[in-house]
């Protein structure tokens, strides 16, 4: 199991702390591959964007405009975290459902 997010975030290190098993992969240090950055688009569409970081509020107006993906690839702190991926099934964010589907809660 991989855990896709920032080290430095707290709900990552909750995310890690409840799943013994999973190994965080820091998306600023070693990125998303783009299979995986690309599943998860299909899967979680602009979801997967986290308007309300730093990063984003940072971003002008012809930045925001690009497609998602494409912004992704270039700023990773931009994804929504933690994405967990558990075989070939993907998980997004840290909440009760996702608690429950990985048997965390």
């Known amino acids: ?3 896709y997010g ?23 240090s070693e990125g998303v591959p783009d299979a995986v ?3 998860a688009y299909h899967a979680f569409g602009d979801q997967l964007l986290n308007t309300r970081s730093t990063t ?3 971003l002008d107006e012809e930045a925001r405009a690009r497609p998602a993906l494409a912004l992704l690839k ?5 994804m ?4 967990i991926q558990q075989g070939s099934v993907l998980h997004l964010g840290w909440s009760k459902e ?6 965390a809660v």
């Open 1 to 3: 199991m991989h855990l």
């Open 6 to 28: 920032l080290k430095n975030c707290d709900t990552c290190r909750k995310a890690l702390k409840a799943l013994p098993d999973a190994t965080l992969v820091d998306v600023r």
């Open 37 to 39: 950055l690309e599943q």
């Open 56 to 58: 984003w509020r940072g």
């Open 74 to 78: 270039e700023h990773p702190a931009l």
């Open 80 to 83: 929504k975290r933690p994405l």
């Open 98 to 103: 996702t608690q429950a589907a990985l048997g």
